[in-house]
């Protein structure tokens, strides 16, 4: 049973930046997919930044340059570094995962992923 666990959110003021990591435990596939999500009140969740196994990684126009996605194979964490935010950045952001390969046009979409984590809430203002 796989397993996502957040944290890392918090308030910062805009221009900060925050590391928001996700523990994944009972993963066993070594060809798998994963993404950090995040969805604001009264918006549509939106996909923020997406990596897979072999380490391509694909961002949200609006991310672009800022978000960093990366893997600790090791420790079993995944990573978003979130720098230079701004009070849009503002939402719950969640990571989720699916096993096997997900093709590209297919990786921003929510129902692709299989398992999700409890969220972790940035804050800018």
């Known amino acids: 049973h796989v397993q996502l666990v957040e944290s890392g959110g918090g308030s910062v003021q805009p221009g900060g930046s925050l590391r928001l990591s996700c523990v994944v435990s009972?993963?066993?596939?070594?060809?798998?997919?994963m993404a950090w999500f995040r969805q604001a009140p009264g918006k549509e969740r939106e996909r923020v930044a997406t990596?897979?196994?072999?380490?391509?990684?694909n961002y949200a126009d609006s991310v672009k340059g800022r978000f960093t996605i990366s893997q600790d194979n090791d420790k079993g964490t995944l990573y978003l570094q979130v720098n230079s935010l701004k009070p849009e950045d503002t939402a719950m952001y969640s990571c989720a995962a699916v096993r096997g390969w997900v093709p590209l046009p297919r990786r921003g979409i929510a129902a692709e992923y299989k398992y999700w984590g409890q969220g972790t809430q940035v804050t800018v203002s």
């Open positions: 990596i897979d196994t072999s380490g391509y990684t």
């Open positions: 009972g993963h066993t596939s070594d060809d798998y997919c």
